[in-house]
């Protein structure tokens, strides 16, 4: 016998069990449930993987085995590479073990079918998150729920909203503080400031700071500060400076990935500062660089000759309006000298 023949057989056992009859007033939910188990084994050796995801949901709804026949359906879809039916599977399956009273089971069967979209559909993997932390928020379990609004958290920074994001890590920030984990709300505040500033909120940013920042690790406060000063004086290389910190690179990826890719602040000069001019005039070009190199050389000849024709013109300007200045008279003769010398002469001859 095949295993697909094999596997036929099992189900014709299981749809036996389900029926009722006089003798038999309910349906025998165990033994339909192991048949279905079995004929889905035999249709995943045979690789017939459609049937054998079948056989599993039905195994599931029979109440019997629930968990497991769940966890092997999405290992089915996980092996033909068929996503699409892996949300609605988990939610299914997460319903039926409420109805039965375990409600931890349904939040696993949600887990792991999160995982398993978390990288290619992220949005159905959001609304998995948020269902099993709603369900362990129920359950009084506030650590446990605080992890799944983590994850939601990361998630919803990985989709850009933002908005949402700040309010899932303010209720972990809530969560964490009901349980007096006082170390964990650190890097919260730290995340809780670098999605207010990818929201463009800087008012915000500050007043998470205020609120929580008590809680955060001295070089953590150190960044923080850095940070919103940086923002706040609208200085970019501070706030480049601040979000290359080590402990900020160090975040979960999504929040690194945030930082990296924050909008810097712009400054807006109100007064230019020195070395800037405002309005300032193009840079002088002469007119020669466009014209002809011939061209440029005559006009070049004749600008010098126009230049000597001016300046030998100026020059006779200056000599006409110069006036003349008459030359020194000539020396006086000395006639009292000369006749005593002349008697004297006279006497010695």
């Known amino acids: ?33 192991d048949e ?10 045979a690789k017939s993987y459609a049937q054998s995801k079948e056989c599993l949901v039905k195994a599931a709804d029979c109440y019997k085995q629930t968990k497991s026949s769940i966890e092997q359906a ?24 409420q109805q039965h009273g375990s409600p931890e089971s349904g939040v696993t069967a949600l887990d792991k079918a999160a995982k398993m979209l978390e990288a290619t559909q992220p949005q159905q993997a959001l609304e998995l998150f948020k269902r099993a932390a709603d369900i362990i928020i129920g359950e009084d379990s506030p ?31 809530g969560l964490y503080q009901e349980i007096k984990l006082w170390q964990s709300l650190g890097r919260l505040t730290v995340a809780l400031v670098l999605v207010q500033l990818a929201r463009g909120d800087q008012v915000a940013a500050e007043k998470a700071f205020k609120e929580w920042g008590n809680y955060c690790e001295p070089p953590e406060v150190q960044t923080l500060e850095m940070l919103l000063q940086a923002y706040d004086n609208e200085d970019a290389n501070a706030a480049r400076t601040a979000l290359n910190s080590p402990f900020i690179k160090h975040m979960d990826v999504e929040y690194a990935k945030l ?67 008459a030359p020194p008279p000539p020396p006086q003769s000395q006639p009292a000298q000369k006749e005593e010398d002349d008697e004297y002469e006279g006497g010695l001859c």
């Open 259 to 325: 930082a990296r890719g924050l909008p810097l602040p712009q400054q807006e000069y109100a007064i230019p500062p020195a070395g800037i001019r405002a309005n300032a005039a193009e840079s002088y070009i002469s007119p020669n660089v466009s014209k002809p190199a011939g061209q440029a050389t005559v006009e070049a000849e004749v600008n010098k000759k126009n230049d000597v024709d001016a300046t030998s013109q100026s020059t006779k300007k200056v000599a006409e309006k110069t006036p003349e200045v």
């Open 1 to 33: 016998m095949s295993k697909i023949e094999e596997a036929n057989e099992h189900i014709r056992q299981a749809e036996k069990a389900l029926k009722q009859s006089l003798l038999k007033w309910r349906p025998d939910y165990e033994v339909a449930a």
């Open 74 to 97: 999405l290992l089915i879809c996980k092996e033909m590479r068929d996503l699409s039916e892996v949300s609605k599977l988990a939610h299914s399956a997460c319903s039926l073990f």
């Open 143 to 173: 650590r446990h729920a605080a992890e799944y609004m983590s994850k939601a958290a990361r998630l919803l920074v990985k989709l850009q909203m933002y908005d949402e994001a700040a309010d899932a890590i303010r209720r972990e920030i």
């Open 36 to 45: 279905y188990s079995h004929a889905a084994t035999c249709f995943r050796i």
